[in-house]
């Protein structure tokens, strides 16, 4: 056996030098694996350890790829999202019911005081967004001795989600014109005036009528924009600090500010907040049915 690997590692370096390989040797630690059962198929097994390699290595990038989502992954971020939200409004929530002790306290005089205390907190740099608890902790104390209602905690959620410029989506039954009045009242404090949009004159009076008394509690002027009412009369109306009106009312106000000849006889000032009842038919269907106006008979004598 011995005699037999001899030979074969003499062909071996024979047919290296014959295909001009010499210079790969073979290393003298080679094994020879001799398969009895099979003549001529030795196996020759090299370590390798010898042959010297000048190939570089490949480069390696720790920059992470992006990773593609799914269908099931995104829809599942998206539900993740909207759960990140909810406890962030929960949390808001309950720092404003955990001030009822405190506003619970207050005379009527001094819950009316707080709206003089807000707006000179909001003239010496502070935002909406910080005295909200606050805010919402007054105006559900006045809704309470007012109307004998009190908001629950997901009222409380929908009216934080109302000022953050969302839709607050609410059954019937479950309270939608009480939670209204949060984010009214917060956003009237800017002293730039609040509209509450609804589809029908019935639901603006009524409105105007119950929750207009939650807010002269709280010292701010409420109004009502009419149909009937003269220009002088809806400059008056939409003057207040939170002012109730139809969409198509305001429509046409709108519409009818932009024939005057001077800028003294428009009934709307700036517009700064509104909140929409029943926002999808006001936003969708009743958008459907254009609002025209005519300008008059032109004189062509």
């Not at 269907?285 to 004598?301: F, H, V």
Request: hydrophobic share 40%; with cysteine.
């Amino acid at each position: 056996m011995p005699k037999k690997k001899q030979e074969i590692k003499k062909k071996v370096k024979k047919k290296l030098k014959k295909e001009g390989l010499e210079h790969q040797e073979l290393s003298t630690d080679a094994v020879i694996v001799d398969l009895g059962d099979h003549k001529g198929e030795d196996i020759i097994v090299d370590s390798f350890e010898d042959v010297k390699v000048d190939a570089k290595p490949l480069p390696f990038s720790t920059t992470p790829q992006k990773e593609k989502k799914g269908f099931a992954a995104r829809l599942k971020s998206v539900f993740s999202q909207d759960s990140s939200i909810l406890k962030k409004l929960e949390k808001q929530a309950d720092e404003i019911l955990a001030l009822e002790p405190q506003v619970q306290t207050m005379s009527d005089e001094e819950l009316g005081a707080q709206t003089v205390f807000f707006k000179e907190r909001l003239a010496n740099g502070e935002t909406l967004d910080d005295i909200m608890i606050e805010a919402y902790a007054v105006a559900r104390e006045a809704a309470w001795r007012v109307l004998g209602l009190k908001a629950f905690k997901v009222q409380m959620m929908g009216a934080i989600s109302l000022h953050n410029g969302d839709i607050a989506e609410m059954k019937t039954g479950e309270g939608k014109t009480l939670t209204s009045i949060f984010p009214v009242y917060l956003n009237a404090l800017e002293g730039k005036g609040v509209h509450v949009v609804t589809v029908n004159e019935y639901l603006a009076k009524r409105d105007f009528t119950d929750n207009g008394k939650v807010f002269k509690l709280l010292g701010l002027t409420v109004g009502l924009n009419e149909r009937e009412l003269d220009a002088d009369h809806k400059r008056r109306q939409h003057a207040c600090d939170v002012t109730y009106t139809t969409n198509a009312e305001l429509g046409f106000d709108y519409l009818r500010d932009n024939m005057v000849r001077e800028y003294k006889d428009k009934v709307l000032r700036p517009l700064h907040f509104a909140l929409i009842d029943e926002v999808d038919s006001i936003l969708i269907d009743e958008s459907r049915t254009p609002l025209i106006i005519s300008g008059g008979k032109k004189n062509t004598a």
